[in-house]
């Protein structure tokens, strides 16, 4: 505190330094924070001490769904939590080289005890909202796989089936190799058309693996729906209901 009352002119009045004197702390902090979660970016193993909870997904979880999805997670306040969307992925794309393939991607980041204002976003550590082609998690040479042995998440949420490009139990086999204690959780997609042929898979997988399945198709979505992307209070509705649906298995 000496060297910030130092900055203060002069010429204040007593109350102007009181008002300073607890000010400067809290924009010091807040400009210090960023950098000292940089130095964390994508929670190393070796330096998190909460549970961690990785999620990945497609657009739904690079869009407005992953964005209030991540945060309800995060105020549980008990995890750090790191959500991976690839726009247009399926399951499959999850055990290849990973990359900006299709039409953009985000990595968010938040760590247990973080303060996100109500109307700030999620830490964002890497994005494109456009087609690059560029390889994502450059450091673990695009594998999935090869993160999972440094991250070893507590908790594993897949949110994925949406699309059709399916490797369900390719994808399971390749966390359960590289993080064997890490607990898988299924989130399932909205409801569109042709569902059946989304679900049906997921369902055998899940069921296959004893992996907890969270169904949402009840939540958003109709059986007419060819292609939908959802935003704003739509979003977050089904965000929030799928926290609840996610709880009790977060709790275990």
Known sequence: MIFLQKCLPRSVTAKQHALSTRLLPLLFCMLIQPALYAQDALIPADSAVAPRVLIIGDSHLVGDFGEYLHRKIHKLDMFDVISLGIGGAGTMHFTQTLKNFCCGYKIRESRKGEIIADKAKVRVLERSGVY?????????????????????????????????????????????????????????????????????????????????????????????????????????????????????????
């Open 132 to 252: 690059t082609g560029e390889v994502i998690l450059k450091n673990h040479g695009g594998k999935l796989g090869s993160y999972l042995k440094v991250l070893l998440p507590d908790y594993l949420i897949i949110a994925l089936g949406s699309n059709y490009t399916n490797a369900h139990d390719d994808l399971i086999k390749i966390i359960q190799t590289n993080a064997p204690s890490t607990h898988i959780i299924w989130v399932g997609p909205f409801r569109r058309s042709r569902f059946s042929e989304r679900i049906d898979p997921i369902i055998r997988t899940t069921t296959k693996y004893k992996i907890p399945l969270v169904r949402s198709d009840d939540v958003v979505g109709n059986d007419t729906l060819t292609s939908a992307h959802f935003y704003g209070k739509t979003a977050l509705r089904w965000a929030e209901k799928v926290t609840e649906r996610l709880k009790p298995h977060l709790e275990k």
